[in-house]
Structures are given as structure tokens and as C-alpha cells.
């Protein structure tokens, strides 16, 4: 056995980072990691959240944490922040984030910033909530800023998402629009202390009318002020409610088998680009894409002979 | 040459709609057509428009149209929309954006829904770009509600993006935290006739201040008022300004060419996932996927044979 696993079985938190690192860098024993951690995984309850920048889905998750761990169950928190290099948002999220959990070794806070890119920091992510999970987190919270495609195929490992809306933004429709809303299994307005949010969860209600009307579960939509802390305990029976409805309507394993079943198609395709990567470095194809530069050559050729090498074909 | 190609060429407008359908339902045929295409292409300046739902930036991109078509240029609108099935909001786009336009041959509009996954949305996008290259518009408008890692991926076939921004969102940092400030070569103040438009472009120039002060270009700010068409000269010669520099710096052809790179990547991991999909369809996945649920055999397993049978080693 790996001896970060070993660790991690262990309860070593600093083994738990070490193994993320990996993941986050590609290392060459990651895989050997991840494969013996593997059976000791799923026995956490995954939860998203996710909603648009300036949502206030930090906060919200910080009250969070603290609500969960009062019950006496131990969390995990991925934070997916596809930060700009400059602005270094990731590190700074943590720092942020750890001030109010950070004597608490039950609290696990985590950011993931862009290193791997297409499709990397959604792979990577969902590594990170495996050594969480198998490192026995009861509750692992994935918290992803949400409006693109990556965010969608991040949170397609949780059980239970939730979407967080604010009142005033006017951007009910255009969330809707956004494709966010199917995922969601329960509705978060936040800020619910601001002018519109009666507004907002009519138009929600409406929504779920139209959308929802003969779905065997309907998104409950749950007002919180995080500054206040209220609304935390309707939160949390949400996530519950929706997990128990889904593991009596199979839903649960059905769903988890189905992402599973992604996952494995991810890592093949993140370990294909890899190989990718590593035969574009030969000199015919550098050669080759700057006929493709000039346009004397087209981009199918040349991605044609790519996978000719790679299928021996 | 296929027929397609032939009539797209000859400049029937029914062909490249046909076209970019083949491109979106990925039809046998497809690869054939983009590959007669390309040497027609290169021509068109590609003109990327993005920024947070709700930033007014269809009836932006309307208005850009006009101006650009009194100025005797032939447009084409790629709009993608990760529109929700429910709102069916791609066609209904369409169809909102056409009634300006529709009398007029020398636009065509053409919003990308979401039926390819997994990258197959970034990848269809740029098809469709190459293929209204090809047919001969002068100017190509791609226009993305972008916050995530396949909205920045979209946009990296542009040679000069716009970053639409609106006064009184609060959502300036936000937007540097999102990453799409490093792929504006402009930024547009839209509805510049509400509060908050000074204190926004102080706190963007502030931005650029901080990250551009040594940068050769200085990505300008411009501010639109679409209601009252106030603006539009300055986006459009913005656009040109940074034509102009980045030809004179080399760095036109640059970025084509590291575009093209990816593209061909792009095509190699499409092209890699379709057949991994057919693969899954055997028996033995079948089976081998079944024990992945039930966690007796790991994910990594089932990559590693996959990638076997597709490598034959």
C-alpha cells in the first residue's frame, strides 16, 4: 500500500493535502493513489452548491460548516475557484475560509484553482472529493461558481446541489437560461434579507410550475441570511429531505452509479489527451502544425495521423 | 467536392445552414466537408463578444451588426447558448435577434445549443465559424455568456475579444476572479446610462492598472448605451485599433496559429471520446461498469482497459 494512503486510511490530514497536491499535479503515483483509496470511498454524503459570482456561496458554505459540525459530523469542503492567475483568488479563498475553522481538524477546506485545464480541474476536483471521502469525511461540500459547461460536469458528482440565487439580480430567467437549473435539486435564494426576494421565489415557483409540474421531486427553494444565520436549519433538512427521497426512490444509487460511469470515461479521456500531449512533441508534427499554421495543411490531417500513431491503425 | 461545399462556395446561404447542422449532429459527412472548407478559410476577422448573463449582450451584438453592415461588411453571428432544454431558449434567440436582420442576406445569425457535450460544444462553435469563413463573410461576431472554462475555450479562436461589463453589478472582481479578463482585448461598459458607470470603469482601469502596466496593449474601454445606439463608433474602432496593433505586432498570425494548435488537439479528443463511447457499448463494459457501481472494481481499471483496446497495447 501507498504510504500517503496508508496515512490517509490513518486519519493524517497532512497525508490528505499531500495526495490532493498530487492529484492537482499530475503526479506519476496519483493513480496508484487513487486506486487504493477507491474501496474506501463512498460512504460520504456529496453535496453541491454552486450559483453564480457574487452570490455570496462562500459565506454561505463558511455558516454551513459550522451548522454541520455542531451536529457532530466531520466536513470536507472542495472549493472550485477557476481563478485568474493574477488575482490568486484560490489562496486567498482558503485563508479567508480558514479563519473561522481552522483549529477545527474536522473541517477540511480545499481550493482548486486552474492548473489542469480542459477538463483537468474537473477531474481533479472530483479526486479530491474521493480522498476526502476516503479519508471519512461525513458531509463533503463542493462549492463551484457556476454558469459554464466545466461547472456542470463538476458538480454532476454531487448527490444532493443546491443553486443559489439572490434577490435584485434580475437574473432568475437568464439562470434558468443558463442550463444550471437542472441540476438543481433544491433552491437557495441568499441575501434574503434584500429588497425583490419575495419577487425572486415567485418567479422560482413559476419556474418550478412550468418545469417541475409532474416530476416525482420538486426543488424546494429555501430563503437563508447568512450574516444572521438564518435559515441554515430549513438548509440542511433540504439536503436531507432530498437525500432520503432519492435513496427511497433508488435515485441515490442510480445516480452515483451513472457518475461513476462518466468518471471512468474522464479518466480515459484525460489520460488519452495526455499521450496526445506527449506525441505532439515528435518533429513531424511540429513540422505538420506549422503547415496547418499556414493553412497548407488542415487540422483533420494532422489530427487524423495523431490517432492513426495512437490506435497503431 | 461535396455538394455542400460546392453550393457554400458559390455563396448559398441554405448550404451553410445545412452545414453547420451536419456539424452539430455530427454527421458521417461532416469531417469531409470542414476539410474541403479550410483552405477557403482565414479570411474573416473573428470577432469574439462575451460577459455575464444578463450583460445586455445580444442586443449589443444586434446593434454591432447594423453598424457593421452600413459599413458594407457581410456579418455572421455564432451565438452560443447553453441553453436549457426546458426554455428552448436557442431558437427563441434566433428568432428575437432575426427580426432586425432577416430581410437581409448579408447576415446570417446561428445560435449553438447544447447537443454535443463535452467539449463537442466548443468544438461545433469553431466549425461553424470555419464553415461562415469559408462561405465569405467578411466579419464573424461569437458571442458566448461566459463565465466558465468552456466559454474561455470558445473564445480562444477570436482574434479580438470583448468583455462586456454592466455599471452597478458589484461584479467587477468578480469578473477578474472568473478569468475572462485575461482573454479581453477590450472592455465594453454596457448601459452606460445607469448609476455606477464611473465608478465601474475606475475600478477596471484600476484593474488594468494593476495587471496591463507593462503590457504592449492596453486593453481600451468603451461605453455603449445599446437603446440609444451611443457607442457603437468607438466599440467598432476599438475592435479595429486592436486589428491594426496586433497585425503590426505580430501577434494576429501568432495567435491563429496557436488557435489552430489547439483546434487540432480539439479534434483529436472528439474524435478519441466517439470512439471510447462505441467501445463502452461492448458487453464486457457493460459488466465491468456494474462493478464499478458496486465499488468492487476501481474506475482507474476500467480507464486502463479502455485505453488498451484503443491503443492495442
Redesign the interface.
Given at each position: 500500500m501507498h504510504n500517503l494512503v496508508e496515512r490517509i486510511l490513518k486519519g493524517d490530514i497532512r497525508a490528505v493535502a499531500r495526495a490532493i497536491s498530487y492529484v492537482e499535479d499530475n503526479h506519476p503515483e496519483k493513480?496508484e493513489i487513487?486506486?487504493e483509496l477507491?474501496?474506501h470511498?463512498?460512504k460520504a454524503y456529496l453535496v453541491g452548491i454552486t450559483g453564480?459570482?457574487?452570490a455570496g456561496k462562500s459565506s454561505l458554505v463558511n455558516k454551513l460548516i459550522g451548522y454541520i459540525r455542531k451536529l457532530g459530523l466531520s466536513v470536507g469542503i472542495v472549493a472550485v475557484?477557476?481563478?485568474?492567475?493574477?488575482?490568486g483568488?484560490a489562496i486567498l479563498g482558503d485563508r479567508i475560509r480558514m479563519q473561522d475553522h481552522f483549529l477545527d481538524p474536522d473541517v477540511f477546506i480545499r481550493s482548486m484553482g486552474?492548473r489542469g485545464?480542459?477538463?483537468g480541474?474537473s477531474r481533479n476536483t472530483k479526486e479530491a472529493v474521493r480522498i476526502l471521502d476516503a479519508f471519512g469525511k461525513d458531509v463533503i461540500i463542493i462549492e463551484t461558481?457556476?454558469?459554464?459547461?466545466?461547472?456542470l460536469?463538476i458538480m454532476n458528482i454531487a448527490d444532493s446541489t443546491a443553486v443559489v440565487l439572490n434577490p435584485g439580480?434580475?437574473?432568475t430567467i437568464?439562470?434558468?437560461?443558463?442550463?444550471i437549473?437542472?441540476i438543481a435539486d433544491l433552491f437557495v435564494v441568499n441575501k434574503a434579507d434584500l429588497a425583490g426576494t419575495d419577487k425572486l421565489v415567485r418567479e422560482v415557483e413559476q419556474m418550478l410550475d412550468?418545469?417541475k409540474h409532474d416530476a416525482p421531486w420538486r426543488p424546494p427553494l429555501v430563503k437563508t441570511i447568512t450574516f444572521k444565520n438564518e435559515g441554515l436549519d430549513e438548509l440542511w433538512q433540504a439536503f436531507l429531505d432530498h437525500k432520503e427521497f432519492s435513496l427511497d426512490a433508488g435515485d441515490y444509487?442510480k445516480r452515483?452509479?451513472s457518475h461513476?460511469?462518466e468518471?471512468?470515461?474522464e479518466?480515459?479521456?484525460y489520460?488519452?489527451?495526455q499521450?496526445?500531449?506527449q506525441q505532439?512533441k515528435d518533429e513531424q508534427y511540429q513540422q505538420l502544425?506549422e503547415q496547418?499554421?499556414n493553412?497548407s495543411v488542415?487540422?483533420?490531417?494532422?489530427?487524423g495521423k495523431?490517432?492513426e500513431q495512437?490506435?497503431?491503425?
Open positions: 493513480t487513487l486506486q477507491y474501496p470511498t463512498g453564480a459570482p457574487g475557484d477557476p481563478t485568474s492567475p493574477f488575482t483568488g486552474t485545464s480542459l477538463g480541474l461558481v457556476g454558469v459554464g459547461q466545466s461547472e460536469d439580480g434580475g437574473d437568464q439562470a434558468f437560461k443558463a442550463g437549473m437542472e412550468l418545469v444509487e452515483r452509479s461513476l460511469k468518471e471512468v470515461v479518466i480515459v479521456n489520460q488519452v489527451h499521450i496526445i500531449l505532439l502544425m496547418v499554421s493553412r488542415d487540422p483533420y490531417v494532422v489530427a495523431l490517432i495512437l490506435t497503431g491503425k
